[in-house]
């Protein structure tokens, strides 16, 4: 089996959850952000990945991030897909395959990691998890001889699969269910609180690492 390495990028603190901004303030959203954060951390962490890298530039992230036991990864800062391909490139150059994981999945639980793995060494091609609000990818799976691109924004899980299309590369859609929710929006938010009553209260109020 291919060893694998997690890779959660993650946007400076005060830049997360803009969209929130109606429901939480400016430090609410901060707090939110890291906790989110905390969760997905601690879930790679804990499957069956050898390491976990984070990729940003936030000292407050990087400080958690080093403190739990992951590997930091300085970004550049030009934009998140240019640095995400440094970071996947610099990972599979020490021999690793990788997952990549938003660090906004509140409920990514360490089984549907340990999914995604499994199936990509499997079938030794690119993985992907879909959104289920935006059209976005949740999570990327890529061989570690493999040159995929990663193109996150609106609409990436359509991009991801129409580039393994031109490139001759197979994609295969992996179903993580808990990977599903991604946080952007006031309707994420509220089946947040459908799932986990209290959510926001939770996790905009402290810090739990």
Not at 91 to 115: A, E
Not at 140 to 155: E, K, M, T
């Amino acid at each position: 089996m291919n060893k694998f390495a997690a890779l959660i990028p993650m946007k400076d603190l005060n830049l997360g959850k803009s969209r929130l901004s109606s429901s939480l303030n400016s430090v609410e959203r901060s707090k939110l952000v890291m906790n989110m954060f905390i969760r997905v951390l601690r879930a790679s962490l804990e499957s069956s990945c050898s390491k976990v890298f984070v990729v940003g530039q936030d000292e407050g992230i990087k400080s958690v991030a080093e403190s739990m036991g992951a590997d930091w990864i300085e970004a550049a800062g030009s934009n998140l897909n240019s640095d995400l391909l440094y970071a996947i490139r610099s990972i599979q150059m020490q021999g690793y395959s990788l997952i990549c994981i938003p660090g906004d999945l509140p409920f990514v639980t360490v089984s549907d990691i340990d999914l995604v793995i499994d199936e990509v060494s499997a079938k030794e091609t690119v993985g992907l998890v879909s959104s289920l609000s935006d059209g976005g990818t949740n999570c990327l799976a890529i061989p570690s001889d493999n040159y995929f691109q990663p193109s996150f924004g609106l609409n990436s899980f359509e991009r991801h699969q129409a580039q393994g299309i031109k490139r001759g590369i197979e994609t295969i859609v992996i179903d993580a269910a808990s990977m599903f929710l991604d946080v952007d929006t006031e309707v994420d938010l509220k089946e947040c609180e459908n799932i986990e009553p209290g959510f926001t209260d939770r996790l905009g109020a402290s810090v739990d690492n």
